[in-house]
């Protein structure tokens, strides 16, 4: 099952995304599969839950894009618990499609979390990996990556898609 891509301006966004607390249940199996499936459709790389509308501390991130099984990566109730370095690159996001910025971030990063089954787990990222970590789990907690940006910017991002809602094109 594939999920519309919830944008920018709705509430789901921007708040704390809840603790999954029921592992290994055929939702939990479900919503998991819906979210790599919603990510592929997107041609996205990363998705968090509250992007499909759904409010739990889930990520998938596959940098492949489906290319490579290898590289699924599903965190569950994640937190990040090492940086190193920082970089700084282009980012986008599927809930603000049309718009990069760059934005800067750890260049290695560790993460704990838990998979499907409920056990926890830690996974370290480097560059892209550790950038998608970062926004990920930003997501769960309410932040989109236009909060690293200037508040110029950020106001600017507003103003335009603002625009793009009033012409009916925005989500
Ligand atoms: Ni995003």
Not at 17 to 31: K, N, Q, W
Not at 82 to 93: L, N, S
Not at 112 to 132: C, D, H, M, Y
Request: hydrophobic share 40%; proline share 4%; net charge negative.
């Amino acid at each position: 099952m594939t999920y519309a891509i919830v944008m920018f301006g709705e509430p789901v966004l921007e708040k704390q995304a809840e603790t999954v607390t029921d592992f290994d249940s055929p939702e939990l199996h479900r919503l998991v599969d819906a979210m790599f499936e919603s990510m592929y459709a997107a041609k996205g790389v990363g998705l968090a839950a509250p992007q499909i509308g759904i409010s739990k501390r889930i990520a998938v991130i596959d940098l492949s894009v489906a290319e490579d099984p290898q590289q699924k990566i599903i965190l569950i109730n994640p937190e990040i618990i090492g940086k190193e370095e920082m970089q700084t690159g282009e980012e986008g996001c599927l809930s603000l499609p049309g718009f990069r910025e760059q934005v800067t971030r750890p260049r290695k990063v560790t993460v704990r979390a838990q998979n499907i089954k409920g056990e926890t787990f830690e996974t370290s990222g480097e560059e892209l990996l550790a950038r998608a970590f970062c926004h990920e789990i930003d997501h769960l907690n309410g932040r989109l990556y236009i909060s690293h940006v200037s508040a110029l910017k950020r106001d600017l991002i507003r103003r335009k898609v603002r625009k793009l809602a009033k012409a009916g094109e925005w989500g």
